[in-house]
């Protein structure tokens, strides 16, 4: 595994967020039940970073684009280098080649920032846990194509809080050699999500396509083969990065095209009150009419808003009847709810709203916030990740600790 490349970038914004995990267990069907929250911003309201920063510039990418690689095995670096503090910029890992548009979200947020490109959604994860990185920017969903679904359950195995939210307009380009005209293109290469959400304007264009795993990738690949038949959907960052001409731009079929992105770190939040904040959980229902609908009514009783609901199946344990026979017992998947809603876990009505879902939706159920009370240090990393708060809230201590690390692997 290889993280290749630091860029340090400019501009953006970021988030107060907090993390929470609930965890839950039916103790009548001996089934574990597990919630994970989290806390995010619901959107950028101010850049965090000093605006008359120096812009980025050519020389600046192609340096990024330059740097040699670095090697987790060298992991992990002394606190003192990956601590931001006045003099050091904070350092955020994202999947692709810089010129992609995870790059693109994570200067947004971060405008000052070092970003980390990681070759593989895994490495962006690691990054943050091995201190290579002090957050991560993550897609999670995107205006036309939906939820990026391995992200989510990605969540579940890895230890980051979600501290952050960033959502950005994606202006998809279509880039060629300099030189070389659309007519003259027989093929665009792209990330399949780029190629989707730019279908209409690729069938008029009669070209075939070819996916790549992002779009400075594909930028790059173009332009380092020398590809006078092949154009590539990317941003015009990835342009000027690599050297490559703008033959269009905004060529995506929703002119609105927007893909949210998670900001993750290693510690969580304080929840508060003083800003709009997300909170997200995630957990499973016992089978039966109207389950989810009572967990949903807890919600809406006090007026808190949901902006998503996915569910996945739950890998561990798929399916709850398996049978084969044809004699009629049906099967069920095992899912796991994801819900994000519109309030801080410091508001009493959001507390309410899960100790209801806690004691009455699911029976005898844990909970537990994610919470971290100081800078952990690589070695105390796994002490102090699962502070409690509960006990703070709702007068327990939870006990599973244990089995919320069993859902994750
Ligand atoms: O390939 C990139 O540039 C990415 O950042 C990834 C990604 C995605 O994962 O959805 C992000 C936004 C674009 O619309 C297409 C691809």
Redesign the pocket.
């Known amino acids: 595994m290889a993280l290749k490349g630091i860029a340090v970038l400019s501009w953006g914004d970021s988030y107060p967020s907090g993390f929470v995990s609930i965890r839950v267990k039916n103790l009548n069907t001996a089934r574990n039940f597990l919630c994970f929250a989290g806390f995010s911003g619901n959107r950028v309201t101010k850049s965090v970073e000093d605006e008359n920063q120096e812009k980025p510039t050519i020389e600046n990418d192609v340096s990024r684009v330059l740097y040699k690689d670095l090697s987790l095995t060298s992991l992990p670096k002394p606190l003192s280098e990956v601590t931001p503090n006045n003099d050091t910029k904070v350092r955020i890992s994202f999947?692709?080649l810089p010129g992609?548009?995870?790059e693109e979200a994570a200067l947004k947020a971060y405008p000052k920032c070092e970003t980390v490109h990681c070759d593989e959604f895994e490495d962006v994860f690691k990054a943050v846990e091995l201190w290579v990185a002090d957050k991560a920017v993550l897609?999670i969903e995107?205006s036309s194509g939906g939820s990026?679904h391995r992200n989510y359950d990605s969540l579940l195995r890895h230890r980051l809080h979600i501290t952050g939210e960033v959502q950005l307009v994606?202006d998809?380009c279509l880039l060629a050699l300099p030189g070389i005209r659309t007519e003259q293109l027989k093929r665009v290469l792209s990330?399949p999500?780029?190629l989707a959400?730019s279908d209409v304007f690729l069938s008029k264009l009669g070209v075939s396509v070819d996916n790549v795993d992002?779009?400075?990738g594909a930028a790059q690949y173009v332009a380092s083969n020398g590809l006078r038949d092949a154009g590539v959907i990317?941003s015009a960052r990835a342009a000027e990065i690599y050297g490559l001409n703008i033959l269009a731009n905004g060529v995506q079929d929703d002119p609105g095209?927007i893909?949210r992105y998670l900001v993750l770190a290693r510690d969580p939040i304080i929840p508060r009150t003083d800003k709009p904040f997300k909170t997200s959980i995630v957990f499973t229902l016992d089978e039966g009419p109207g389950v989810l609908f009572k967990a949903l009514a807890v919600f809406a009783s006090r007026e808190i808003n949901l902006t998503k609901i996915e569910s996945r199946p739950q890998r561990k344990k798929p399916l709850r009847v398996v049978d084969d026979s044809n004699t009629g017992n049906a099967k069920y998947f095992d899912y796991l709810f994801y819900i994000d809603f519109e309030a801080s876990m410091a508001e009493p009505r959001a507390q309410s709203a899960l100790g209801h879902l806690q004691q009455e939706i699911v029976i005898q159920c844990k909970m537990q916030l994610r919470y971290e009370h100081h800078l952990m240090k690589p070695s105390d990393r796994c002490g102090t990740q699962w502070q409690i708060w509960t006990s703070m809230i709702h007068g327990r201590i939870p006990r599973l600790l244990r089995n919320v690390e069993s859902i994750r692997k």
């Open positions: 999947k692709g992609s548009y995870s897609p995107n990026v994606s998809l990330h999500q780029a959400s992002d779009t400075a990317a095209h893909t």
